[in-house]
């Protein structure tokens, strides 16, 4: 080595070597007529339901008396069809049966009489309770049916003191989606959401869990705008934070709740509800008088559903950001990040 190129070394050790700022992301330009897109997600269903009972081989669901799998899968998807104005469609491509529980995070899955004595309160749940994804990710070949276009995402459905998140998401540029992401998921070459659903539950709760994945990547699509052009802080108001502002409120707190779950609440306030579901984007300053009745007077189901109906989902693009709020929702690699 010579002396030019040693002090070319020293140079860089002592100064570092300067690297380029990524390019600033690619905004889409406003199109008001740019069409809304249909969603069809392709959807893997896996199901821990063991068996609890040798001799007659009930399962954990119907040990329990629980829910059918095929019940909430069909009362979900179409809510969401409804809500959606038909475009996100969920297409069913494999549903797998585990007769087992699953691994938490140290290794560690209950036996049938160990849980039965954790739900009924005999003992404590276990500790740590999270579940292990990538115990699942790996067993089912997850990253790479991903990337190869075989699936969209995945549900699992599982029971109290399983360890899932309501949603989490994974693949390269993940984000929260009220849960950290997946770490280390890049293989799949694409976002994709793993969805928690409980058989213990019932569909309003499903509607729950997809509504916190609404509020978590319409966060992400809207971060980057300011101010009143932040359409998606505008969605979310209610009086308690906005007096006589409200407009949908978000998935615990409706236009006229004092507090989480506050669904049933028959105070009056006035709500720009009807502005957002029939006038947007050209809000014309629409605005009425709200209480319970109009979203199932505390019904969990019919709180969401009413919610979710009011998102956008026209045609058009405002500030990079579509019209058709689903298609971020549903598919989380169109939001820019």
Known sequence: MNIFSILLAFLKRLFGQRTPPPP?????????????????????????????????????????????????????TSDILHVSGELLRYQIIE????????QKVDGYKYEAQTYLNVVRGVSSPYMPQEANYYAIIERFNILQRVANGEID??????????????????????????????RNTEASKRRFVIMGFSYERGVGEMLENMGHRAESIMEKTFERIPGSENLWKRF?????????????????????????????????????????????PDFKGVTREVNANEWGDGDTRLHHIWWMKHFPKTMGRKNGVHNNWWQYIANPNNVIT
Do not use: Q
Request: aromatic share 14%.
């Open 24 to 76: 600033p992301p690619t905004i889409d330009p406003d199109n008001p007529l740019e069409p809304p897109l249909t969603t069809i997600l392709k959807t893997l269903i896996i199901i821990y339901d063991p068996v609890m009972d040798s001799a007659s081989g009930k399962k954990l669901s119907e040990f329990m008396n629980w829910n059918k799998v095929e019940d909430l899968t069909n009362g979900f």
């Open 95 to 102: 549903r797998i049966e585990v007769n087992d529980f699953p």
């Open 236 to 280: 979310i108001r209610y009086d308690k934070t906005h007096p006589g502002k409200a407009a949908l409120g978000n998935v615990h707190f409706a236009p006229n709740s004092v507090r989480d779950y506050d669904w049933n609440n028959p105070t009056p306030v006035i709500s720009e509800c009807d502005d957002w579901l029939y006038n947007f």
């Open 153 to 182: 995402e995945v549900w699992v459905f599982n029971f109290p003191h399983a360890g899932f998140y309501e949603s989490i998401m994974g693949g390269p540029g993940a984000f929260w989606c009220n849960a950290s992401p997946l």
